[in-house]
């Protein structure tokens, strides 16, 4: 059976990764929407850019088509708009509908890293090095978006990542709205509302495998929703403190955000189950690192510390399991 089908995506593979998008199958023609045409310097890995926005193979709010495009369907200040990228050439085409698709390729720039330096990225191991140099289109994103990053990321705490991306996908398709436009055929969907988050009864948590606490910090985050947005305007440290104040909202949760919504590419990842792992065996040969550990082997890429463990990730360079898969639970059952 080895080769025959890809490999499923994980939280670590999606974070660090890329997504696979299939060539060579053209799309149906569809209503034209708003369009804006980028042309970045350098190059650019559509799937390495926009992967980390993608939260499974089932995300009802991201798309990546057979024709090569990749579809996002996103709750902006101006109102729900659906975002199609497509590279052509050298150059990458963005087309939006819905009220919010001007602000959606207002920022298609960012959204394609083009806040994002990486030529202050200097490689200090060899690991990295030849990561970096197979993947040279790697950038990072940056959405401007913090809700649509926070409640997915809490989600993701401390459980599997089909329990995670199983609880986004039922929660989003039942309180969220279909995406405007052609919506790659229908099978878009806006993430809810702050209003409708903090509406969304108890049970239907419960039924969606999230626990009381987990609800309990999205309800707590959706009631200061606009405070959270305004963290977008800050740098990355201080939007990471106004994140925690919010209970239940800790560094992991917070490096995750602000990874997505501002670029931020020394925001590292401490708190995680397997990171410390992967990045002690790739640059120490230390598969038991933790998070001292693993800071203290990122130290020489300071202030590049988030690009550092994705290239890290994406060298495959990674311990061999020794130890059963966590196993899922479902609640719902209960």
């Not at 800050?234 to 955000?257: C, D, F, K």
Request: charged fraction near 25%; include cysteine.
């Amino acid at each position: 059976m080895a080769g025959r089908f890809a490999p499923r995506s994980t939280r670590t593979s999606v974070r660090g990764g890329h997504v696979v998008v299939p060539p060579g199958i053209p799309r149906q023609a569809a209503a034209p929407g708003r369009v804006r045409t980028v042309v970045p310097e350098g190059p650019l890995d559509l799937g390495l850019v926009l992967g980390p926005l993608r939260r499974g193979p089932g995300d009802p709010t991201f798309r990546a088509m057979p024709d090569g495009s990749v579809w996002r369907a996103s709750l902006t200040p101006c109102g729900p708009g659906t975002l199609r990228v497509s590279v052509s050439g050298g150059a990458v085409r963005g087309e939006a509908w819905g009220p919010g698709g001007e602000w959606l390729l207002e920022q298609l720039p960012e959204l394609l890293g083009g806040a994002d330096d990486p030529a202050a990225f200097v490689p200090r191991h060899r690991v990295v090095a030849m990561a970096r140099h197979r993947r040279p289109g790697l950038r990072l994103t940056r959405t401007g978006l913090v809700l649509e990053s926070l409640i997915p990321s809490v989600l993701e705490q401390k459980v599997t990542t089909d329990e995670a991306y199983r609880a986004w996908r039922l929660l989003v398709r039942k309180y969220g709205e279909p995406a405007p436009g052609p919506a790659a055929g229908g099978r878009l969907w806006v993430m809810p509302g702050p209003r409708t988050w903090a509406l969304i009864p108890s049970w239907e948590w419960h039924r969606a495998g999230v626990d009381n606490k987990r609800a309990s910090t999205i309800l707590r985050a959706v009631r200061v929703a606009r405070r959270l947005e305004e963290a977008v305007g800050m740098a990355p440290e201080a939007a990471q403190a106004r994140l925690e104040v919010v209970p239940g909202i800790g560094p992991w949760t917070s490096a995750e955000v602000v990874q997505r919504s501002h670029g931020a590419a020394d925001a590292v990842t401490v708190g995680d189950l397997h990171l410390p792992g992967i990045v002690g065996f790739a640059l120490a040969g230390d598969r038991d690192a933790d998070d001292a550990v693993m800071l203290e082997l990122l130290e020489p890429y300071a202030g590049q510390r988030h690009r550092a463990a994705r290239l890290i990730l994406l060298s495959g360079r990674t311990p061999a399991r020794r130890a059963p898969r966590m196993p899922r639970g479902d609640i719902g059952r209960l």
